[in-house]
T-cell receptor, first 113, second 115 residues
Framework: GEDVEQSLFLSVREGDSSVINCTYTDSSSTYLYWYKQEPGAGLQLLTYIFSNMDMKQDQRLTVLLNKKDKHLSLRIADTQTGDSAIYFCAESPYGGSQGNLIFGKGTKLSVKP | ETGVTQTPRHLVMGMTNKKSLKCEQHLGHNAMYWYKQSAKKPLELMFVYSLEERVENNSVPSRFSPECPNSSHLFLHLHTLQPEDSALYLC??????????????FGEGSWLTVV
């Protein structure tokens, strides 16, 4: 079955880079996603990558995709205290054609000043 | 303004009450979802409606009853809930199709406390 795994916690110092890792199981996933959830709020779509890409960069965010190993990572450069949140990785099984995403349990990023 | 709006943002209800959560999406999407998020089980999918028809139930107890009157609106009717149903209920929408990728957009959530 589909499963998305990610570590539960990550702690970094302000100004450092953060790398959040994720593994997924469905090789038919056409898109892979990163969502951010700040305390008391809903999930905000942060970025996504199409499965035929290896890397996507958007300002301080870099997404790396290793399709062979089914490994996805999110790098946040120059991490700020405002980046403290829970980050969810998600895959779109069945090529995204049947609706729904499979989410990981989320990685709580703590940024220390 | 978020594309997916949920009301109320906070709700406290007794176990014998009947209440409803409301969701509206302004994105022109054809699928809507209810997720439950709690400390024990982050992001449980409860219901999926695609083209206004329920396509997935996920074994949710009957005390939760969804309603999707049109592609823009989704309700979750609540009755005789239990304290363990206290959680954040997230509504979401997406455009499902062969080439759309199914990017899901979430509302801010409704915090439900059952007393």
């Amino acid at each position: 079955g589909e499963d998305v795994e990610q570590s539960l916690f990550l702690s970094v110092r302000e100004g450092d880079s953060s790398v959040i890792n994720c593994t997924y199981t469905d090789s038919s996933s056409t898109y892979l996603y990163w969502y951010k959830q700040e305390p008391g709020a809903g999930l905000q779509l942060l970025t996504y990558i199409f499965s035929n890409m290896d890397m996507k960069q958007d300002q301080r965010l870099t997404v790396l995709l290793n399709k062979k190993d089914k490994h996805l990572s999110l790098r946040i450069a120059d991490t700020q205290t405002g980046d403290s949140a829970i980050y969810f990785c998600a895959e779109s099984p069945y090529g995204g054609s049947q609706g729904n995403l499979i989410f990981g349990k989320g990685t709580k990023l703590s940024v220390k000043p | 303004e978020t594309g997916v709006t949920q009301t109320p943002r906070h709700l406290v209800m007794g176990m014998t009450n009947k209440k409803s959560l409301k969701c509206e999406q302004h994105l022109g999407h054809n699928a809507m979802y209810w997720y439950k998020q709690s400390a024990k089980k982050p992001l449980e999918l409860m219901f999926v409606y695609s083209l206004e028809e329920r396509v997935e139930n996920n074994s949710v107890p009957s005390r939760f009853s969804p309603e999707c009157p049109n592609s823009s609106h989704l309700f979750l009717h609540l009755h005789t809930l239990q304290p363990e149903d206290s959680a954040l209920y997230l509504c979401a929408s997406s455009q499902v199709g062969q080439f759309s990728g199914n990017t899901i957009y979430f509302g801010e959530g409704s915090w439900l406390t059952v007393v």
